[in-house]
């Protein structure tokens, strides 16, 4: 071969004179390319094929860190890149090309590896090639193997077979490829996706409906960023298709753990029901959690929503629009498929919660459902009357086909809290509980001791008590199956309390001796056949949950000089200022004045104590609000509660509000809190690094303080990228003194990039927020709600953090009383890698008056509870098989755009009665579920 040779597109055709046919016949072929795409070889792929070896290294968009994180993070990155290409396009028009790329991948002669963007990005393109007669020769230029490279673009080559340039570039290469890591098999699943993806019509699921669930998902945004349902998730789906095929209704409770994703379980599978033509859905949780929903809907699964807003009387649209101007009687005119109303309008008893129990639903969920109880005292067996929210779903039950409670706590002190929310699983269905009259399994008092395995039947005719009904699905044993046979009853049939002992088969005593065998009703009982609970613990054996411990601040035990100049009092508050402390007594004297001309507005001292204990300029925005006669932001659940207090104020509740005002204005008064995020930031070091270094999230339940802190911080850190992570349309980014509103995803990608590693978020938005590449949690005020802060902690504790501990900070004001109520908290949360497990998930307001009140109902209602459950220990999903329903392998996909306009469609609109009661609205007619 000859020396040294130039090659240029603009004199001659590239793919005739060169790369072809030195490929022709080669033994080994090493390639620094671009990035990997399905076209890189596209115009080489026969050659390739027959050579014995072939190497190639690519770009990626990884950082260096995420290339020591577990794989399954790696891929994630990775996918996410490769999916940025519409999949219906490229399935389309290049199958070929994935064909022959497949099959050179799976040949097994052919290994692809990427190299992480900050170590080197790839851009000169080289390679080394051993000919057919065992020379080799390099080469450098500009061109990849696709196409495009050498038949359109103007590309240069140079190509130099002396052993030196064929060292050179082979030293290039294999310094590249020992900092690689292998294309992940997640890329090539997908490879072979697009090899056999076809659209298919909604018609097509809805006769199939086990296909409905990856059919529709496949493509939707969290598996297009590269992640996925977890195996959890999936395995509830897949519950919910197969209760609606055997029961024609599901009725289930999820009880899993906080942080393990109930709201994505409970929405795909109501979003599933929808598309299999069941109805419309209804979800009901507190307002705190409506944008939640909606977010995690549209940005995860690509669901368009509506959240009724109490206090416009509006719908709020996925979009950000407010739709409709009807008063109370617009909440029947959703205008989309899924819509989300908050708790609080039942169980303040407006008009609107009348009005959704004159509609019929496809599904129905409820998100906290433990909030659904009787009106009784902790440990009483006695059962009172059901709370307004439980009394509520025992109506709506009878109005949905389907029904989904998710509640990370079914037992709170009383064992009998189940039974209520099996109850309310049963109405308008029936298979759950059994036979209104017949079923023992209505009675707890009877129904626990069997459950618990304590006390068992003593023969078959007591066995038959407790087995016809509810009769068990023929699909849990099969002398089950044999046993409905010979009564003549089908598979969808699941009471026979009309079929006495005596009326069995002569042979019953050989059937039902099954059903005293030791642990049967343990096993098969409603409870376990309608409850699903995943543990952390079990998840984290299993490897499928990270074990990741949580460092807690401020230390009350640390050393002096710990923190430097942020002072903690007695390691608990920051110590504030004579202007806060004027403002925070003046709040306290407007509570109390409130509450002396009304009882009713003691929920008031629990709102203004929690705003101004946030920061300075959430108390400030909030009592200019109030002078103003308007609802603060963020209170929807009681707005109208609000709207009726602040009507009314007194000359001394004004006075008390603009003290407040005039307190938290003055020049002087600096938010101590402000001072003490800039320290952790930036000066801070644990494990070696600043806590910015190590990525920080900060968490607020105002987006008053999100935006304060957000916009201060710019000021402090003009060169650094900050996030403000919120709601539709509140979401920015602040850089070099500019401000800009963002799309939520962006700042997600920007995140997983590691482009920004400080995000100001409140706990509206948070839902779905994957921050695994951030290694340090701010709770710049505390909920009164640990499952809330536990969910605020799960945004890093997650599979692909890079800490084995990370860091926390709470922060609260001394001598206010989200100092009395943590040091209460503080003193349980001892436990590392369960640092909430200790605590209720939900502080009643009555439980904070002091901190003596705090720990004494701390105790009773722990005690309590841990006897409940140690009486009634839940069944749950001991192995998971994450392999198991791989959707993202689904090649028979419902296109984006069918799904989309399918969802997007408004509730039918109610028929109006000529009537003169003060709603005028008629009822849907029953057959609403089934025809629409």
């Known amino acids: 071969m000859s020396g040294l040779r130039r090659f240029s597109s603009r004199r001659e055709q590239l793919d005739q004179v060169f790369l072809r046919d030195r490929l022709a016949g080669a033994r080994r072929y090493d390639r620094i390319a671009g990035y990997f795409r399905s076209s890189i070889f596209e115009l080489v792929g026969e050659e390739i094929g027959g050579i014995e070896r072939v190497r190639v290294v690519c770009n990626s968009d990884l950082d260096e860190r995420d290339f ?140 199939e409906p086990k296909k409905a669930a990856p059919a529709a998902f496949v493509e939707s945004p969290i598996y297009r960023r590269g992640e996925q349902l977890q195996p959890w998730q999936r395995s509830f789906v897949s519950m919910v298709v197969e209760h609606r095929e055997l029961y024609g209704k599901a009725r289930l409770l999820l009880a899993d753990q906080v942080g393990l994703g109930k709201t994505l379980s409970m929405g795909t599978a109501a979003v599933v029901t929808a598309l299999l033509g ?154 759950v509980l059994g036979a209104q009259t017949f079923s023992v399994w209505r009675d707890v008092h009877r129904a626990l001791p069997i459950v618990k ?47 006495p002992y005596e009326k069995l088969p002569e042979d019953r005593h050989l059937v039902l001796g099954e059903a005293l065998v030791d642990r049967f009703f343990e096993l098969h009982n409603p409870i376990v056949r309608h409850t699903v609970l995943r543990r952390r613990d079990i998840l984290e054996n299993q490897g499928l949950l990270p074990r990741v411990g949580v460092r807690l601040h401020p230390d009350r035990y640390a050393g002096p000089g710990t923190y430097q100049d942020v002072v903690f009092v007695n390691g608990l508050g920051l110590l504030t200022n004579p202007w806060f402390q004027s403002a925070y007594e003046a709040a306290e004297r407007f509570c109390e004045s409130l509450h002396a001309r009304d009882k009713a507005a003691g929920f008031m001292k629990v709102l203004m104590r929690q705003r101004i204990c946030s920061s300075f300029a959430a108390g400030l925005s909030t009592a200019r609000r109030m002078l103003a006669s308007a609802v603060p932001d963020d209170e929807d659940e009681n707005a109208e509660r609000v709207r009726r207090v602040i009507g009314k104020l007194t000359p001394d509740e004004i006075g008390h509000l603009q003290e407040i005002v005039e307190q938290l204005s003055s020049p002087d008064a600096r938010d101590p809190k402000l001072d003490a995020v800039d320290y952790f930031l930036q000066r801070h070091r644990t494990d070696g690094r600043t806590w910015l270094e190590h990525g920080c999230i900060i968490f607020s339940q105002y987006y008053d303080t999100a935006v304060w802190l957000a916009e201060n911080l710019a000021q402090r850190i003009p060169a650094e990228t900050i996030a403000v992570y919120a709601g539709a349309g509140k979401s920015r980014i602040y850089r070099e003194g500019e401000s800009a509103f963002v799309n939520r995803n962006d700042i997600k990608d920007a995140v997983a990039r590691r482009d920004i590693r400080l995000v100001v978020a409140t706990d509206a938005a948070c839902e779905g ?37 990370v860091d926390m900070l709470n922060l609260v004001y001394h001598d206010t009383q989200d100092e009395r109520v943590y040091e209460v908290l503080s003193e349980r949360m001892k436990d590392t890698y369960d640092i909430f497990g200790s605590l209720p998930d939900t502080i009643e307001d009555d439980w904070v008056e002091d901190a003596e009140t705090l720990r004494n109902r701390l105790e009773q209602y722990l005690a ?53 009661d003060r709603l005028a609205l008629e009822e849907h007619d029953d057959s609403y579920a089934s025809d629409h």
């Open 68 to 207: 020591r994180v577990a794989q399954y993070q790696r891929e994630i990155q990775l996918k996410a890149r490769w999916n940025e290409l519409d999949p219906a396009v490229e399935a389309l028009l290049h199958r070929e090309r994935y064909l022959r790329l497949l099959e050179l991948l799976r040949s097994g002669r052919v290994e692809i590896r990427v190299v992480p963007r900050n170590r080197v990005f790839i851009h000169g393109k080289a390679g080394v090639i051993e000919l057919a007669d065992g020379r080799t020769t390099s080469f450098i230029g500009s061109v990849n193997e696709s196409r495009a490279a050498f038949t359109t673009n103007y590309e240069i080559v140079w190509e130099d077979p002396s052993p030196e340039a064929v060292a050179w570039v082979q030293e290039e290469f294999d310094a590249l490829w020992k900092e690689a890591v292998p294309l992940p098999e997640a890329i090539i699943t997908e490879i072979e996706r697009l090899t056999r993806r076809s659209e298919i019509p909604l018609r097509n699921v809805q006769e």
């Open 278 to 431: 069941d109805g419309t859905v209804l979800i009901l949780c507190p307002a705190s959690l409506t944008l939640q929903w909606q977010v995690e809907l549209w940005d995860r699964l690509g669901v368009p929503s509506a959240v009724w807003r109490s206090n416009e009387k509006q719908w709020l649209d996925f979009t950000g629009s407010l739709v409709g101007t009807n008063g109370p009687a617009e909440i029947l005119r959703c205008p989309r498929q899924v819509g989300i109303v908050s708790t609080g309008l039942i169980t303040q008893q407006t008009a609107e919660s009348e009005l959704l129990l004159r509609l019929r639903y496809g599904t129905v969920i409820l998100d906290e459902a433990h909030r659904a109880r009787r009106r009784s005292a902790m440990g009483k067996d006695q059962r009172g009357e059901p709370n307004n929210l439980l009394a509520f779903m025992l109506q709506v039950a009878e109005r949905t086909r389907h029904l989904l409670l998710g509640t990370a706590t079914p037992i709170q002190t009383n064992v009998a809290e189940l039974w209520d929310l099996l109850e309310v699983l049963d109405r308008g269905a029936g298979f």
């Open 453 to 499: 395995g304590e006390v068992t039947p003593q023969n078959e005719s007591e066995a038959w008590e407790w087995l016809r009904s509810p009769l068990p699905p023929s699909t849990e044993l099969p002398w089950l199956a044999g046993l409905r046979t010979q009564l003549g009853l089908d598979q969808h049939t699941f009471n026979a309390s009309n079929i």
């Open 769 to 805: 927020l994957n921050l695994q590449t951030l290694g340090t949690l701010i709770n710049v005020d505390l909920p009164w709600n640990p499952s809330r802060l536990e969910q605020r902690l799960g945004r890093i504790k997650r599979i692909g953090q890079l800490r084995e501990t």
């Open 864 to 916: 309590e509870r841990e006897r409940a459950r140690n009486a009634f220990e839940l069944q749950y999903e001991h192995d998971i098989d994450p392999n198991a329903e791989r959707w993202d392998q689904c090649a028979e996909v419902l296109a984006r755009g069918e799904v989309t306009d399918y969802l997007a469609r408004g509730w039918p609109p109610p028929r109006v009665k000529p009537v003169v």
